[in-house]
Nanobody
């Protein structure tokens, strides 16, 4: 099993930056890929960014050029650097890990972009 704990959310003004962290524990060596998803009120959860065990990344079109996903294999942590934040980025952000064809989710962290 894999446990995920997100942190780093909060309130930020439009144009500002935040960095989300997802600390992993448990059977981390079985993790194939990790990603960040978000869910705004009344909307479906959507993929924001993902990174494979080999380091390949992909992003939603809405965040390309503004968000960067990365991983620190020593700290067993995945990050989402979010720059030039917009009000439409407001959502609960969830970390997801795929290990042995099973999906694991964190508890989510709220990001609010507002002046």
């Amino acid at each position: 099993q894999v446990q995920l704990v997100e942190s780093g959310g909060g309130l930020v003004q439009p144009g500002g930056s935040l960095r989300l962290s997802c600390a992993t524990s448990g059977s981390i060596f079985s993790i194939d890929a990790m990603g960040w998803y978000r869910q705004a009120p009344g909307k479906q959860r959507e993929l924001v960014a993902a990174i494979t065990s080999g380091g390949s990344t992909n992003y939603a079109d809405s965040v390309k050029g503004r968000f960067t996903i990365s991983r620190d294999n020593v700290k067993n942590t995945v990050y989402l650097q979010m720059n030039s934040l917009k009000p439409e980025d407001t959502a609960v952000y969830y970390c997801k890990a795929v290990a042995d064809r099973l999906a694991y989710w964190g508890q989510g962290t709220q990001v609010t972009v507002s002046s």
